[in-house]
């Protein structure tokens, strides 16, 4: 089974600008969660999506914001770039989002913001 | 404070020693998971749990629910099992609380 992917692998942007990322889910996984790391702040949870629904969100300006699409793929997008934005972005994907299913992690997207 | 506080920060092992990694919540959780991530950013599930004692391999995973404390414990540890360890509490309305993370080196 292949595991979560997450394109692009980096991206470069500037402030001001808006990004989406994307996130495809291991097959039969219904649940996607968005997280960012930084170095300063460490992981922290972005949302949660199932079943097209968002389930969960953390707490996070309403620049950045979430779908899940039908075939359960997930795309997160960052409105006005700020400097702060530059992190990692991980997703994770389980079978149901319920808490005691174990997730599965993406690669990530390094954005960088100039 | 944080909800999730890890300790050490630091730890420096040489091959073959007992490693301990501990960390203590504040929330109240429906599970407790630890993470492993490689230099690069990859992220690995090592153990989920709500209660007592979980073993793969050489890592073993307890908790306490009662003295909301879990323990990450490396037997024989080898020089690619450094990594940073993190401890996540995901609480009875599914959001997750991020440890600052153990950065375990271990030297052959």
């Known amino acids: 089974k292949a595991g979560v992917t997450q394109t692009p692998r980096y991206l470069i942007k500037t402030r001001g600008q808006q990004v989406t990322l994307s996130c495809s889910p291991i097959?039969?996984?219904?649940?996607v969660s968005w997280y960012q790391q930084t170095p300063g702040q460490g992981l922290q949870f972005l949302f949660e999506?199932?079943?097209?629904?968002?389930?969960n969100k953390g707490n996070f300006p309403g620049r950045f914001s979430g779908r899940q699409f039908s075939n359960s793929r997930s795309e997160m997008n960052v409105s006005t770039l700020e400097l702060g934005d530059s992190a990692l972005y991980l997703c994770a994907s389980s079978w149901t989002g319920g808490a005691l299913y174990e997730q599965y992690f993406g690669p990530g997207t390094r954005l960088t913001v100039t | 404070k944080n909800e999730v506080e890890q300790s050490p920060q630091n730890l420096t092992a040489q091959e073959g020693e007992f490693i301990t990694i501990n960390c203590s919540y504040s929330?109240?959780?429906?599970?407790l998971h630890w993470l492993q991530q490689h230099p690069g950013g990859g992220i690995v599930s090592l153990f989920m749990?709500?209660?007592g004692k979980k073993k793969h391999g050489r890592l073993i995973a307890t908790i306490n629910i009662q003295e909301k404390h879990s323990s990450l414990h490396i037997t024989a540890s080898h020089p690619r099992d450094s990594a940073v360890y993190i401890c996540a509490a995901r609480n009875t309305g599914n959001q997750f609380y991020f440890g600052t993370g153990t950065s375990l080196t271990v030297i052959p």
């Open positions: 929330v109240g959780i429906s599970a």
């Open positions: 749990l709500s209660s």
């Open positions: 097959s039969g996984h219904r649940s």
């Open positions: 999506y199932f079943s097209e629904t968002q389930r």
